[in-house]
Nanobody, 124 residues
Framework: QVQLLESGGGLVQSGGSLRLSCAAFGYRGYCMAWFRQAPGKERQGVAAIDVDGTTFYANSVKGRFTISRDNARTTLYLDLTSLKTEDAGVYYC????????????????????WGQGTQVTVST
């Protein structure tokens, strides 16, 4: 049974930084991503990482966020820097079953495993 557990969210001032972590239990795949959801808005892809470690980012976070994982593929990270108020929301870790990562890795509909989310609040 796959379980994803996020941590690291919190309150940060605009311009500040956070590191989110996602501990993956029972997961043996390669395709993982971070999504966020603001109140009243749809869940959107933020960053993803595929089989060979290639990373993908939403345009709104390029150059500010960095996705990474440990060599054992048991923990996924998201480093958030230069945070803006519009970055606030619940951040979710997601993973796909299987050994390949076809299609749009920032599409939430392509992920079957989800964590419970961690709240990021950005103050002015």
């Amino acid at each position: 049974q796959v379980q994803l557990l996020e941590s690291g969210g919190g309150l940060v001032q605009s311009g500040g930084s956070l590191r989110l972590s996602c501990a993956a239990f029972g997961y043996r795949g390669y395709c993982m991503a971070w999504f966020r959801q603001a109140p009243g808005k749809e869940r959107q892809g933020v960053a993803a990482i595929d089989v060979d470690g290639t990373t993908f980012y939403a345009n709104s976070v390029k150059g500010r966020f960095t996705i990474s994982r440990d060599n054992a593929r048991t923990t996924l990270y998201l480093d958030l820097t230069s945070l803006k108020t519009e970055d606030a929301g619940v951040y979710y870790c997601a993973a796909r079953a299987g050994l390949f990562c076809p299609g749009d890795l920032l599409n939430p509909g392509t992920y079957g495993y989800w964590g419970q989310g961690t709240q990021v609040t950005v103050s002015t």
